[in-house]
């Protein structure tokens, strides 16, 4: 059975910083076990500046910090493991991943980072029933779509906004050739207005539809159009669209950490730390599985912290 003086668990840039910032500290033999084909995570779909500040001393966009530190991932002789599915995680330090290469395999470890991430889950903010129709999408599910698979989920789309990631997309489809109808906010606009959003909203010319909530949506096999009720004074008004985007829940990747008894933070759900440590000797957890929603307002997830403070740990107690 290998061993690994540190796991990470997720290739996304938290994890991917974390294993770079382990190996500086003097770490040898590190593991990345990954489920996606690529490296990076939801950072491949930012195409806008803001990251890598605090390990490149400059703003870039997502796709060039990633590119970046994987680089600093090849030279420092990381093993990375793509399309790699984590099947379980013991106490006993043991890791079961499985592969199409390698099949189901077995690890031990001295340190553990999970760096998983959290996902796009529909909560009870959303209370549209959708009918089967086509053309809904989360704002994750379209970015991704927009920029990774190349291709527009709609041509005519409202969007349901809760942050800075609807008025992104929006300016992503816009760009792209697709209309905007439209962005709901259950607010007032200036309650989430910052200077990010402002300056989208007014480059791009973008409709704002705010103390607003979509009521239901109609249509034959996919949306056709959808009802807008004005949370002031009850009016409805209908919008014709061919697609809808759903601002949803953000929920960290936790069930192996319950699995493990893990202690969880009541409000975000995923591992409470302290100094990235987790209620178990020896796993450490970063980036979005600790932030939750939070994340979403963060230009960094602290990878490069947790993996000084992990290699602390392994160089005091494994070397």
């Given amino acids: 059975m290998?061993?690994?003086?540190?796991?990470?668990?997720?290739?996304?840039?938290?994890?991917?910083?974390?294993?770079?910032?382990?190996?500086?500290?003097?770490?040898?033999?590190?593991?990345i076990i990954e489920k996606e084909a690529f490296v990076g995570g939801i950072i491949n779909q930012c195409i806008?500046?803001?990251?890598?500040?605090?390990?490149?001393?400059?703003?870039?966009?997502?796709?060039?910090?990633?590119?970046?530190?994987?680089?600093?991932?090849?030279?420092s002789c990381i093993e990375v493991k793509l399309n790699t599915t984590l099947l379980d995680v013991t106490g006993e330090k043991v890791v079961t991943y499985v592969n199409s290469k390698e099949g189901v395999k077995d690890a031990?470890?001295?340190?553990?980072?999970?760096?998983?991430?959290?996902?796009?889950?529909?909560?009870?903010?959303?209370?549209?029933?959708?009918?089967?129709l086509t053309g809904v999408f989360t704002v994750g599910e379209a970015h991704?779509?927009?920029?990774?698979?190349?291709?527009?989920?709609?041509?005519?789309?409202?969007i349901i906004a809760k942050d800075k990631w609807g008025f992104i997309v929006a300016r992503r489809l816009i760009i792209e050739g697709g209309i905007v109808e439209g962005v709901i906010i259950e607010k007032k606009f200036e309650e989430i207005a910052d200077s990010e959003i402002r300056s989208i909203v007014?480059?791009?010319?973008?409709?704002?539809?705010?103390?607003?909530?979509?009521?239901?949506?109609e249509g034959n096999t996919r949306i056709e159009k959808v009802k807008i009720m004005n949370l002031k004074d009850?009016?409805?008004?209908?919008?014709?669209?061919?697609?809808?985007?759903?601002s949803v829940g953000f929920i960290p990747e936790n069930t192996i950490p319950k699995k493990l008894k893990m202690d969880l933070d009541s409000d975000i759900l995923g591992p409470k730390?302290?100094?990235?440590?987790?209620?178990?000797?020896?796993?450490?957890a970063c980036g979005n599985i600790i932030y939750g929603e939070n994340a979403l307002h963060m230009k960094e997830t602290h990878g490069i912290e947790c993996g000084i403070k992990t290699a602390e740990y392994i160089k005091k107690y494994i070397y």
């Fill in 202 to 217: 007014e480059g791009f010319d973008i409709p704002i539809i705010q103390d607003s909530r979509v009521i239901e949506i």
């Fill in 234 to 246: 009850n009016e409805i008004d209908e919008k014709r669209c061919d697609s809808l985007f759903l």
């Fill in 48 to 75: 806008h500046n803001g990251f890598g500040e605090e390990f490149l001393d400059e703003p870039v966009t997502g796709p060039e910090y990633i590119n970046f530190v994987e680089k600093q991932l090849d030279m």
């Fill in 273 to 284: 730390v302290v100094d990235f440590q987790t209620s178990i000797d020896g796993f450490f």
């Fill in 144 to 158: 991704r779509i927009i920029t990774l698979d190349g291709y527009l989920p709609g041509r005519k789309t409202i």
């Fill in 2 to 31: 290998p061993s690994y003086d540190l796991i990470v668990v997720g290739a996304g840039i938290a994890g991917m910083t974390a294993a770079v910032a382990a190996v500086k500290e003097g770490i040898k033999k590190i593991l």
């Fill in 108 to 132: 031990t470890f001295g340190a553990i980072i999970f760096a998983m991430g959290s996902r796009e889950r529909y909560s009870g903010s959303i209370v549209i029933p959708t009918n089967g």
